[in-house]
């Protein structure tokens, strides 16, 4: 992720796509990147079925914050993915230092859970089917 110039953080609350089995990630920071914040934040819902929005986000009034896990090198997270797989990355501090990362994920040719949306799963699927799609070239 690029500098930033004011707290902000590059991705709130969500669910990743529903054809991904697990995704993990590996920390790369820079050592004199002093920046507070860009944690992996996980969180659990406050109610048994929540709503997914664009991008499959999620309204963090409806959630509770249990774990954050530093930004830091070589730190790395691993999860299996499901319509409970509520993250997010916290806010950062203004810096000169791009978030440095290395993503992976292992993805199917089929949605793997059903997202109840804002609008229909239909919409979803095939949105993520797409992304799939283009993923390849």
Do not use: C, W
Request: glycine share 6%; hydrophobic share 30%.
């Amino acid at each position: 992720n690029t500098p930033n110039n004011k707290i902000s953080t590059v991705r709130d609350a969500h669910v990743d796509a529903t054809n991904i089995f697990y995704t993990g990630m590996l920390y790369l920071r820079d050592n004199d990147d002093k920046s507070e914040g860009a944690n992996f934040v996980i969180y659990e819902t406050l109610k048994k079925e929540i709503r997914v929005g664009p991008g499959r986000s999620v309204n963090r009034s409806k959630l509770k914050k249990v774990n954050e896990i530093q930004y830091k090198g070589n730190n790395m997270i691993i999860f299996r993915n499901g319509k409970n797989s509520i993250h997010g990355v916290s806010p950062r501090g203004i810096t000169k230092n791009s978030r440095k990362f290395i993503a992976f994920n292992a993805a199917y040719k089929h949605p793997l859970f059903n997202l109840k949306s804002k609008r229909s799963n239909v919409y979803f699927y095939y949105i993520d089917k797409i992304k799939s799609v283009f993923s390849k070239v």
